[in-house]
């Protein structure tokens, strides 16, 4: 059954974004797959003043470590626990190619913790596929999704 996606606006981060983030990621179902625990409010606060930076100089955010598609814009989704199943991330998943396309950008990468099944299928509703697979030093394998390079999107 396909149903309808909610409507969704893309914006850049605000500082008051920073505080209901960690309010919201305070959960250790949304934590499992980044890093298992809660984040000090500080480092939500740099996250979206990272974020700010990014969008202003790029357009959008390069994958930050030194494994994986090190340099390479990647997108990704973490939604507080009571907004799940209800479609906001894959309409956001299915907005943000588009969106950073028009800044330039003309390709992105989302970064998957492997067992990660949930944001396994955001992934592959606007036509992400698995391209590579990356184990760091014998940590839980990272999944590198592409968009397909026909441009199909799975809407």
């Known amino acids: 059954m396909n149903r309808a996606l909610p409507v969704v606006r893309l914006r850049v981060p605000t500082d008051e974004d920073a505080v209901a983030w960690h309010r919201l990621f305070d959960d250790p179902d949304v934590m499992e797959f980044h890093g298992g625990r809660s984040a000090e409010l500080s480092v939500h606060q740099e996250l979206t003043a990272r974020q ?3 969008d202003a100089d ?6 930050p470590r030194d494994r994986g598609p090190t340099g390479e814009i990647e997108i990704g989704w973490r939604l507080g626990r009571e ?14 190619p588009e969106r950073v396309r028009a800044a330039g950008v003309p390709d992105v990468v989302a970064m998957v913790r492997a067992g990660n099944t949930r944001s396994i299928s955001v992934t592959e509703r606007p036509g992400m596929r698995l391209a590579e697979v990356f184990t760091p030093g014998g940590a839980r394998d990272g999944h590198c999704y592409r968009l397909d390079p026909r441009g199909s999107h799975a809407r």
Request: aromatic share 18%.
């Open 58 to 63: 790029a357009g959008a955010q390069p994958w």
């Open 83 to 96: 907004y799940w199943g209800k479609g906001y991330a894959t309409a956001a998943a299915q907005m943000t």
């Open 52 to 54: 700010r930076r990014h």
